[in-house]
């Protein structure tokens, strides 16, 4: 079992940066593939970053790539999502999710455990 605790969102103006963190308690963070989605208001949640077991492998959307950032420091079993140059269609909540079996990264049946998100907002 895996416990996620996401924070860091805020309001940011456009063009900001924002460092979102996801913080796991357990004892085998080490052991699953973490994931970031977002959900903007009436809208379905969407696949943003994954990255892999030991950080060697990152996958993002097509939309935040150049611009976002994610990585994990397996130490203090937290991951983490740097968003630069933000735009205001990035406003969502973000979640974070851990997984561990097989399935497209992109797909959010493929995570098991899930953050309760944390609001970001960026104004124009």
């Known amino acids: 079992q895996v416990q996620l605790v996401e924070s860091g969102g805020g309001l940011v103006q456009a063009g900001g940066s924002l460092r979102v963190s996801c913080a796991a308690s357990g004892h085998t963070f080490s052991s699953y593939f973490m994931g970031w989605f977002r959900q903007a208001p009436g809208k379905e949640r969407d696949f943003v970053s994954y990255?892999?077991?030991?950080?060697?492998?990152?996958v993002y959307v097509d939309s935040v790539k150049g611009r976002f950032t994610i990585s994990r420091d397996n130490a203090q079993n937290t991951v983490y999502l740097q968003m630069n140059s933000l735009k205001p269609e990035d406003t969502a909540v973000y979640f974070c999710?851990?997984?561990?079996?097989?399935?497209?990264?992109?797909?959010?049946?493929?995570?098991?455990?899930w953050g309760q998100g944390t609001p970001v907002t960026v104004s124009s």
């Open positions: 990255i892999s077991r030991r950080g060697g492998s990152t």
């Open positions: 999710a851990a997984g561990s079996g097989s399935g497209s990264v992109d797909d959010r049946t493929t995570y098991t455990f």
